[in-house]
Every structure is written in structure tokens, then in C-alpha cells.
């Protein structure tokens, strides 16, 4: 019998989808390293998660919620879109300017299947976050890149003047992944003022919380200053949910409706929805969080320095390393063979980078050693 192949089924775009790379899991390189194992087990730094783990008062509350777990969640997420505007007064934020998501990730995809359809565009900076693109691609919308200054720094003039009469929503990565790089509150305002008001303009703030620099812009006071703004977090980095999906975007409430319309009736989990509620309470466990963040990064770029592995400054939890004449596949390889997962990034145009999550600081020592040892420096 024959059968139609399958790409002549395939709808537009989605056949020059490359599928998005996650990060080996621990258990997958535990078996394939069997009695290789080293001592000290497998450490994973290649998805900046939180490495503390998640706060104690959200794993107290998914225990509580797991009883009810018969029933569907909250469609409507009441309680957290209720807790998330209490904890955002103070840039007045209202409970129908909030969407919430399986994640931050289906929220920019809800953006794209809401506002594109045949002939727009998606524009966003060339090497940033892959799930821009994929989603465009998913629905066959055209996605357009636009390179970036020396240092991978973000050229916003550009991306101001790249955007045309089909461009339909903007994506900004502020911070950037994977490199870690972030656009300050001039240049922010600046694509605002220039971006045409038909425009979405859609900043995904995922590292908004392990931010240091004093001219970062905070866009949910930012969005503000012009209509079409959106902004969007998550509970994966900071808040440590990332197994339990949950993420949020903040944006004009006629806007946010739309994805009502559009999204799965049932999208967020009844647990991620506690935990999200507990996290958001827990601010002692961000503050932690943040910390042990931002002393890892000084002993990270102090000992890569020392090491003369060269890095991109990042405002982020993770930090892009160049290890060239080396390819970052091959440095990757080595470091799974020493039991430390770290994130190659030849998908984004970087052939000699690496990406590594700040972890705990046992974690981090590990993971210096192992580079140490696999370029062969001290
Ligand atoms: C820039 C950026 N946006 C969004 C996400 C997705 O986060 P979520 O887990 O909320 O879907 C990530 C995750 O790595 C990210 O780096």
C-alpha cells in the first residue's frame, strides 16, 4: 500500500523547524556514563535553573494541591493573576493585564499565534533566544533577525529601522540568552519611541531578578510609555518552578483578552498555579536565590579570568563562554565525560561557545575544574 510522505503534508514552515536543543537531562548522562560515573555524580549547568532549588513554601503548597489534582485547575488562574497584581501595585498592575502560561514559552508562542497570520513578520535581535523563531516557524510566519554591535551588544537602532509595514511583533530577550548581554533604559526607550505603533513590541524579562545593573529598565514600568508593549516573566529562573511550567505577561488588558481567546482552556497546572502563589510569597527564598547568584558570578568571572577563558559580561544566571580555537561541541563532550552538562550553542552561529549556569558553589568548582583540566589551563 503506498502512503502520501509526510512532508508533502507538512504545513508551510514547519519542515525548516530545527527543534529546540534542551539540555541533557542527569539521569540520560548517568546511563550513558554507567561505570565511567564520577564521584562526585552528574551535575547539570545547562538550563539556568535555580540550583537552590525551588522555595520551600511552594513544594509545602503543590503538596496541599496535589490532593485535589482530580479536579481542573483554575482556567482563569484567579488567584495567582490576584496575587501577582498585589505583588506589582506599585507599578499598577490589574489582574486583566496579566495572561499566565505553561511557562513564559507558551505565552511568546500564544503572541505570534494570536497577532500573525500569512504575510506578517516577527523581528528580533539575529542569536538571541531560539524560541522566537520557532515559533514563528510553527506557524509559518516569517521571522527576520538583525545583527548585533561587537561584543554580540545589542544594536536597537537597527532593530528600530528593521521594523516594516509587515512586522507585527518585536522580541527582545532583556536580559539576553544565551549571551547574557542587556539593553539599558536609554536604549529601550529609544525602540520605543521608534518602533510603529502597530507593532508589538514584546520584551521577555525571564532574568529579570539576577539583574545588577543600575540602568536596567524595568518594563513593567517601562510598557507605560507606549501602547503595544508587553512584558513577559517567568517562575523557572529565579522562583525555581521550571519543572512545573508557569510563566506570565503583562500587557494592555484588550491585548491579553485575545490570548484568552486563544490559549488552551486549561493551560496552567493546578500545582504550577499553588506553587506559583507560594513562590511569589517567598521572598526570603528569592533573596537567597539572588544572592548565591551573584557571588557565583564573581568567583565564576574572577577564575575565568585567572584561567584566561574568555566570557560575555552577563546580567543573567548563566555565562557564555568563548573557548575557540576549540568548538564548543567538543568541550561539551569532554565536560559530560567529567560529569558536568553544559549547554554547546553551535545552533545559535556560535561553533566555539559554551553556556554555563551559575550553580551552587560546589557546583561551580566542579565545573572550573573540569574546564581546567579539558582546555588545559590552571
Ligand atoms: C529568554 C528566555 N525566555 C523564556 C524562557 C522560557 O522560560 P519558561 O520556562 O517560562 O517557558 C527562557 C528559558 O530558558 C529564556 O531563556
Same mark, same amino acid.
Not at 486563544?262 to 526570603?284: I, K, M, T, W, Y
Not at 544566571?317 to 575557540?324: C, E, R, S, T
Given at each position: 500500500m503506498s502512503r502520501v510522505r509526510i512532508d508533502e503534508l507538512i504545513a508551510p514552515g514547519i519542515a525548516a523547524i530545527r527543534p529546540y536543543e534542551?539540555?541533557?537531562?542527569?539521569?540520560?548522562?548517568?546511563?550513558?556514563?554507567?561505570?565511567?560515573?564520577?564521584?562526585?555524580?552528574?551535575?547539570?549547568?545547562?538550563?539556568?535553573?535555580?540550583?537552590l532549588g525551588p522555595s520551600p513554601? $511552594?513544594?509545602?503548597?503543590?503538596?496541599?494541591?496535589?490532593?485535589?489534582?482530580?479536579? %481542573?485547575?483554575?482556567?482563569?488562574?484567579?488567584?495567582?493573576?490576584? *496575587?501577582?497584581?498585589?505583588?506589582? *501595585? *506599585?507599578?499598577?498592575?490589574? /489582574?486583566?493585564?496579566?495572561?499566565?502560561?505553561?511557562?513564559?514559552?507558551?505565552?511568546?508562542?500564544?503572541?505570534?499565534?494570536?497577532f500573525c497570520?500569512?504575510?506578517d513578520e516577527v523581528l528580533a535581535p539575529a542569536q538571541t533566544f531560539a524560541c522566537y523563531k520557532l515559533s514563528a516557524q510553527a506557524r509559518g510566519v516569517a521571522y527576520r533577525d538583525v545583527p548585533r554591535g561587537p561584543d554580540y551588544a545589542y544594536d536597537l537602532d537597527a532593530l528600530a529601522r528593521a521594523a516594516g509595514s509587515r512586522t507585527k511583533i518585536v522580541f527582545l530577550a532583556n536580559p539576553d540568552n544565551p549571551t547574557g548581554v542587556y539593553a539599558n533604559v536609554d536604549a529601550v526607550r529609544g525602540l520605543m519611541r521608534r518602533l510603529p505603533?502597530?507593532?508589538?513590541?514584546?520584551?521577555?524579562?525571564? %532574568?529579570?531578578? %539576577?539583574?545588577?545593573?543600575e540602568d536596567y529598565p524595568d518594563m513593567l514600568a517601562l510598557r507605560k510609555e507606549r501602547e503595544l508593549t508587553v512584558a513577559l516573566r517567568t517562575f523557572s529562573k529565579i522562583y525555581g518552578l521550571a519543572g512545573l511550567r508557569c510563566g506570565w505577561a503583562v500587557g494592555p488588558a484588550? &491585548?491579553? *483578552?485575545?490570548?484568552?481567546?486563544?490559549?488552551?482552556?486549561?493551560?496552567?497546572?493546578?500545582?504550577?498555579?499553588? $506553587?506559583?502563589?507560594?513562590?511569589?510569597?517567598?521572598?526570603?527564598?528569592?533573596?537567597?536565590?539572588r544572592t548565591?547568584?551573584? /557571588?557565583?558570578?564573581?568567583?565564576?568571572?574572577?577564575?575565568?579570568?585567572?584561567r584566561g577563558i574568555r566570557f560575555v559580561p552577563s546580567q543573567g544566571?548563566? &555565562?557564555?563562554?568563548?573557548?575557540?580555537p576549540r568548538t564548543g561541541i567538543e568541550v561539551f563532550a569532554a565536560l559530560l565525560q567529567r560529569g558536568v552538562i553544559v549547554r554547546p550553542v553551535s545552533s545559535y552561529g556560535m561553533p566555539h561557545h559554551l553556556r554555563v549556569t551559575i550553580g551552587t558553589p560546589e557546583e561551580n568548582q566542579r565545573l572550573l575544574a573540569a574546564l581546567s583540566a579539558v582546555l588545559g589551563v590552571k
Open positions: 534542551p539540555g541533557k537531562p542527569i539521569e540520560e548522562v548517568e546511563r550513558e556514563l554507567g561505570p565511567a560515573l564520577p564521584a562526585g555524580g552528574v551535575i547539570k549547568l545547562a538550563s539556568n535553573e535555580n540550583p513554601k $511552594a513544594m509545602e503548597a503543590v503538596r496541599i494541591a496535589l490532593a485535589e489534582v482530580n479536579r %481542573y485547575p483554575d482556567g482563569g488562574t484567579f488567584s495567582l493573576r490576584r *496575587a501577582l497584581a498585589a505583588s506589582y *501595585a *506599585a507599578h499598577n498592575v490589574r /489582574e486583566e493585564e496579566i495572561a499566565v502560561g505553561n511557562g513564559s514559552n507558551e505565552i511568546l508562542d500564544l503572541l505570534v499565534r494570536t497570520g500569512p504575510g505603533d502597530s507593532v508589538i513590541l514584546a520584551v521577555d524579562e525571564a %532574568y529579570f531578578d %539576577y539583574v545588577t545593573a484588550d &491585548l491579553i *483578552a485575545y490570548l484568552d481567546r486563544v490559549r488552551n482552556p486549561f493551560n496552567v497546572s493546578a500545582l504550577a498555579q499553588a $506553587a506559583a502563589v507560594a513562590a511569589l510569597g517567598d521572598g526570603e527564598h528569592v533573596e537567597r536565590s548565591l547568584n551573584r /557571588e557565583g558570578m564573581g568567583v565564576m568571572t574572577m577564575e575565568l579570568q585567572r544566571n548563566f &555565562l557564555l563562554l568563548d573557548v575557540a
